[in-house]
């Protein structure tokens, strides 16, 4: 199973700042993705990446941006939080494993609220 | 995307088995089913997935119908930990990898 980390898991923050959201796994998984979830809400797809270099948006738009400048690291980054992007926000990877590919495993979220 | 359909809540003593179903009557052929359980908002914790035959692991069971329309998860002795949001998936096809789409899951509730 993937260790995937997520950092911070709470922030509270005010409204116009920038804030970047930290997403790390360890086990070398190619593939990322970013998920958000409104409180007693479904999980909507609103990033995701297949490698180094490569990002695209889901299903869900989202104002926030990503990145993916090494395989172990997809930040999640809001240029002007807004209140209504209070959320949260939880990171997955997957990779090949075993001949079966591409099972999700989920970070703990980071729970984003803007003031 | 084929689309799953749960109960909206469950409940079972602790110690009994738990049975979570699940209909995916528009499932293609080579898809996944796939369940996560979500417990006080974490992150989704992968169970189990299948294709076709029945599955087993240390956290549960998964049987597929032959005609594969529809699935059960089934936690052999439930504790109140197992207490969670149950999502049943077919995993989708999206560009050369996969996307999950969460419905509503069932709210499984075990009782002392």
């Given at each position: 199973?993937?260790?995937?980390?997520?950092?911070?898991?709470?922030?509270?923050?005010?409204?116009g700042?920038k804030?970047?959201?930290?997403?790390?796994?360890?086990?070398?998984?190619?593939k990322?993705?970013?998920?958000?979830?409104?409180?007693g809400?479904?999980?909507?797809?609103?990033?995701?990446?297949?490698g180094?270099?490569?990002?695209?948006?889901?299903?869900l738009?989202?104002?926030?941006t990503v990145?993916?400048?090494?395989?172990?690291?997809?930040?999640l980054?809001?240029?002007?939080?807004r209140p209504?992007?209070?959320?949260?926000?939880?990171?997955?990877s997957?990779?090949?494993s075993?001949?079966?590919?591409?099972?999700?495993?989920f970070?703990?979220?980071?729970?984003?609220?803007?003031? | 995307?084929a689309?799953?359909?749960?109960?909206?809540s469950?409940?079972?003593?602790?110690?009994?088995?738990?049975?979570?179903?699940c209909n995916?009557?528009t499932?293609?052929?080579?898809?996944?089913?796939?369940?996560?359980?979500?417990?006080?908002?974490?992150?989704?914790?992968?169970?189990?997935?299948?294709?076709?035959?029945n599955?087993?692991?240390?956290?549960a069971?998964?049987?597929?119908?032959?005609?594969?329309?529809?699935?059960?998860?089934?936690?052999p002795?439930?504790?109140l930990?197992?207490?969670?949001?149950?999502?049943?998936?077919?995993r989708a096809?999206?560009?050369?990898?996969?996307?999950?789409?969460?419905?509503?899951?069932t709210?499984?509730?075990?009782?002392?």
């Amino acid at each position: 199973e993937a260790d995937i980390y997520q950092t911070p898991r709470y922030l509270v923050i005010g409204t116009g700042k920038k804030i970047t959201l930290e997403c790390s796994q360890t086990m070398g998984h190619d593939k990322m993705y970013w998920y958000q979830q409104d409180p007693g809400m479904e999980l909507h797809l609103i990033h995701y990446s297949y490698g180094v270099n490569s990002t695209e948006k889901g299903d869900l738009s989202s104002e926030s941006t990503v990145s993916r400048i090494r395989t172990e690291h997809f930040p999640l980054t809001l240029e002007s939080a807004r209140p209504s992007h209070t959320s949260q926000y939880l990171c997955a990877s997957s990779g090949v494993s075993g001949g079966v590919t591409d099972t999700q495993y989920f970070g703990p979220g980071t729970r984003l609220t803007v003031l | 995307d084929a689309k799953t359909t749960q109960p909206t809540s469950m409940d079972c003593a602790e110690g009994r088995a738990a049975n979570l179903p699940c209909n995916h009557s528009t499932i293609s052929g080579n898809e996944y089913v796939y369940w996560y359980r979500q417990i006080h908002s974490q992150g989704p914790q992968y169970i189990i997935h299948g294709l076709k035959n029945n599955e087993t692991n240390e956290m549960a069971s998964l049987i597929i119908t032959e005609d594969r329309k529809s699935s059960t998860l089934i936690l052999p002795h439930a504790t109140l930990r197992d207490t969670a949001v149950y999502y049943c998936i077919v995993r989708a096809r999206m560009d050369s990898s996969y996307k999950l789409i969460f419905g509503s899951g069932t709210r499984l509730l075990v009782r002392p």
